[in-house]
């Protein structure tokens, strides 16, 4: 798990998958996160991509560097715990002028049964499971 979240922060970006309906949804992210033992990720209550994770936590991200790519699939469950909010923050200060811990549309969301591919032109893929 380590190994995708050093990826993920040196890739900067990468582009989450949503269902919206019939209809999926791309867009970028940023944060990504590990706390207890368990790989997070963080956005905002009032956002479409909530919506959209709370009726269908199904999910894919994808992200690109040095000529490797990473998928995730899994399913995100969120986190309420101020803890969870807090740890987070503290590893995105830039955030912090957005959201806070204690503020209800700050959200965290951790990755359960997901299945991380490391794929490139130049050797067989590589799987991680957490």
Partial sequence: MQKVEQFL???ETYYLATV??????????????IFEGKLYIQTGK???????IHKNPKVELCAFKDGTWLRVAGELVEDERIEAKKS?????????KMY??????TE?????NAKATFS?????????EF
């Fill in 9 to 11: 922060k040196q890739a």
């Fill in 20 to 33: 919206d309906g019939d209809q999926p949804r791309v867009r970028p992210f940023g944060t990504v996160h």
């Fill in 108 to 112: 965290v969301f951790y990755f359960k």
């Fill in 88 to 96: 987070m923050l503290d590893a995105y200060p830039s955030l912090q």
């Fill in 100 to 105: 806070s811990a204690e503020d209800p549309n």
């Fill in 120 to 128: 490139s032109f130049t050797s067989a893929p590589e799987t991680v």
């Fill in 46 to 52: 009032v956002k479409d991509v909530s919506r959209q």
